[in-house]
């Protein structure tokens, strides 16, 4: 065979008119007469090459092929988005504002993939098995010979205690110091609520300030003399509430009193007690005016805990999974050592038996070979007690070890055994439930409805301020420095006082507003885009842990009959191993065929112990990844 000659430097493939030879060359197999593998294996009609290794088929192993439409065909998407509005009349050259835009309402792209998950299904599995091969249930009442001996104590020594999925899970929630650090949040974001709507709580107010006076004095204006200089001594006090309204209104209700006594001939009566009753009221009229506007910190407080609640609850969701899985995993560990022991005992018999017949037909070759498959065996017994041993040792760290004996001094013994039954759950019904509990779609929701009300403030802070400010009063005086009387007065002589006027205030070309605005209304289309993306990554994982639970089910339902014939065919080497004289070749070779059956009995159970598990996790994954799994127990402390 000639050698392959290697590149020349700086060559570059060609792959330009690959697909086309491809593509080219289809008819030329596709049109073959069918053959039937050599290995089973059922495939298209026709014979193809792959990787130089040529395969005949047999028999459709799916269903009838559509033909292949371009991916150019398809429509493109019209999900809800990002919509923008007409120019606003905001758009003029006092603000020159940027055109506001929104997003369309959340529920509305919500109730677009409810629509589309409505119209998904489940295909069916399109592998065909083999001519002669069935693929039957599980029989009735079937129960693995190791299910009694796994949920059973097996360490005399050790104190056992029984334990099942809930049990479990309702201790790690009431004890495991992760589980309590996590629910502990909950309280933690509640006080930013109450923080942000303090802002519109009466605030009390009081000041008292003494002032001696002594300043020179520069006309007769001031005491009616010019000599000497100007002493004047001042008592003042003011208290009283003031509250920020829901509406952006500025309220404050204050009573001023005062004393005034000084040298100068002016003063009448002197010395003197004053009173002033005031009533000031702000209003907003364009920036920072209405409930919406004020009451926005105190909503995106409220949506930030639920992001956070929400957050929290898929947390706790994830390691209650992982509770779930540790005790799968533990049981799986029970069982795999049975398993092993039984061939350890298995072997063990096979060797105490041709030790026994050594001085009669059984060889040293074939007593060797035995002893050497009974020191593997029990590298494997060593091996799967270890794995008990790190599978309740997980178990403790994840349920809260405190209240628990010291390790190594307890057993825990499953309650819980796997499920054999079939649970068809439809695949719409799974996405609806997704798009109503998971926790990453409904914070991607709230993030949306934070960053709408962001956009929304800052849209109204593109207005320029505009106040209206009234003001009325009532004031009150008396000699002989009576502060009471003067208090008096200012309700029994003369009339109230009032104001009236505006406030207007515009920033020279408004960049920060504008900048702002931009930002939230940036914030607000990127929210809506991951809010779209996450619904997308949620069905997409709940269409795969939809199909793994009946893909699961079939391959227990294989791995079942795999081990059933597995068992036959131990069995019946073991009884024609019996039969056979040993000091024959045909002994020797019944031996070895024996123990690789044996073998491959154990794998079997194994892999059936395996599927098993696999099936029960992929109907708690299923839940998990819909959002219902333990839900009613989860509650984040408030």
Known sequence: ???????????????????????????????????????????????????????????????????????ESLPPATVPGYVPELPHWLNTPVVDAQVPSTATDPDTVLDWYRQHAAQSTRPLSRVVPA???????????????????????????????????????????????????????????????????????????????????????????????????????????????????????????SQQSGYRDNNSQFLTPSPQGTARLTLSFTQPLLRGSGE???????????????????????????????????????YRARAIHLQQRRAYDTVAALVRILGSRSDLDATGAQLGRARSELDVRLSDLYRSEASIQDAESRLRTLIGSAGLPPGGTIELVPRDTPTHQFYSIPLQASLQAAMQYRSDILQAYRRVRLAGIRAGAARKDLLPRLDLL????????????????????????????????????????????????????????????????????ALSEVEVASRTVPAAYREMLARYQAMKSSEAESEFLQRRWHLVPQGQLTGATTLERL??????????????????????????????VTGEAFRTMLSIEN
């Not at 020594?157 to 929630?173: E, H, K, Q, Y």
């Not at 003399?225 to 309220?251: P, Y």
Request: hydrophobic share 40%; charged share 20%; proline share 5%.
């Open 292 to 330: 919406g506007y004020n009451a926005a910190r105190t909503v995106i407080a409220t949506i930030n805990a639920g992001i956070t609640t929400e957050e929290l609850r898929g947390q706790l969701q994830s390691y209650l999974a992982g509770v779930h899985n540790a005790y799968w995993s533990l």
């Open 131 to 253: 001519a002669g091969q069935k693929l039957s249930g599980i029989t009735a009442g079937f129960r693995p010979w190791w299910t009694a001996a796994a949920v059973s104590p097996m360490w005399p020594s050790a104190r056992a205690i029984g334990c099942s999925v809930d049990s479990l899970i309702l201790r790690s929630l009431e004890n495991a110091a992760q589980v309590q650090a996590i629910r502990a949040i909950g309280p933690v974001e509640a006080t930013r609520i109450v923080e942000a709507d303090a802002e519109f709580d009466w605030t009390a107010f009081l000041e008292s300030r003494y002032q001696d006076n002594s300043d020179p004095i520069g006309d007769q204006l001031t005491t009616g003399s010019t000599i000497g200089r100007f002493r004047d001594h001042v008592v003042s006090n003011s208290a009283g509430v003031r509250r920020r309204l829901r509406n952006g209104a500025d309220v404050e209700v």
């Open 1 to 71: 065979m000639p050698r392959a000659s290697l590149p020349r430097p700086g060559y570059q493939p060609d792959f330009r008119n690959v697909t086309h030879r491809f593509h080219a060359a289809r008819p030329a197999y596709a049109s073959r007469a069918s053959h039937q593998t050599t290995s089973g294996i059922v495939a298209t009609s026709g014979t193809s090459t792959w990787a130089g290794a040529a395969v005949s088929h047999s028999g459709p192993p799916f269903a009838s092929v559509a033909p292949v439409a371009p991916l």
């Open 470 to 537: 009234l003001q009325t009063y009532v004031a009150g005086l008396d000699g002989d420095s009576t502060t009471f009387r003067a208090w008096e007065n200012q309700f029994n002589q003369g009339e109230p006082g009032f104001s009236v006027g505006l406030q207007f205030e515009v920033p020279i070309g408004g960049r920060a507003a504008k900048a702002r605005h931009n930002r939230e209304v940036a914030e607000l289309r990127r929210s809506v885009h991951e809010f779209r993306a996450t619904i997308e990554t």
């Open 595 to 624: 123990l690789e059956a044996q073998s491959r009995r154990a794998s079997a159970e194994a892999a059936f112990i395996d599927a098993q598990i696999r099936y029960v996790v992929s109907l708690t994954t299923l839940k998990i």
